[in-house]
């Protein structure tokens, strides 16, 4: 088993910046990717945010993200991390990390298999 402990969300103006954290444990060395997904009031936990190997490659973001987000992860302590510059207030939702043993890489809910208790961010205007 793998636990992931988000933290960083909070409160956050249009143009600003935050930036969230995910710590895993466990089994960390089953990890292939780690991702971000968020909820935003009254829609479904589905919205792919962006994605990462965890030994090395790529990331990858969404459209709503890109040039704004960027993804990177600290292997000595078993973190990721997402940097969310230039907030909009549409940012605002529940955001959640997520892992995957599978090496489909994949950008769907479904693909992952471990998950945070999600982390509020909040856009004001």
């Known amino acids: 088993q793998v636990q992931l402990v988000e933290s960083g969300g909070g409160l956050g103006q249009a143009g600003g910046s935050l930036r969230l954290s995910c710590a895993a444990s466990?089994?960390?060395?089953?990890?292939?990717?780690m991702g971000w997904f968020r909820q935003a009031p009254g829609k479904e936990r589905d919205e792919f945010v962006a994605?990462?190997?965890?030994?090395?490659?790529?990331?990858s973001y969404a459209d709503s993200g890109k040039g704004r987000f960027t993804i990177y992860r600290d292997n000595a302590k078993n973190t990721a991390y997402l940097q969310m510059n230039s907030l909009r207030p549409e940012d605002t939702a529940v955001y959640y990390c997520?892992?995957?043993?599978?090496?489909?890489?994949?950008?769907?809910?479904?693909?992952?298999?471990?998950w945070g208790q999600g982390t509020q961010v909040t856009v004001s205007s």
């Open positions: 997520a892992a995957t043993r599978s090496n489909s890489y994949s950008s769907t809910y479904r693909g992952y298999d471990y």
């Open positions: 994605r990462i190997r965890w030994r090395g490659g790529g990331a």
């Open positions: 466990g089994r960390t060395f089953s990890i292939y990717a």
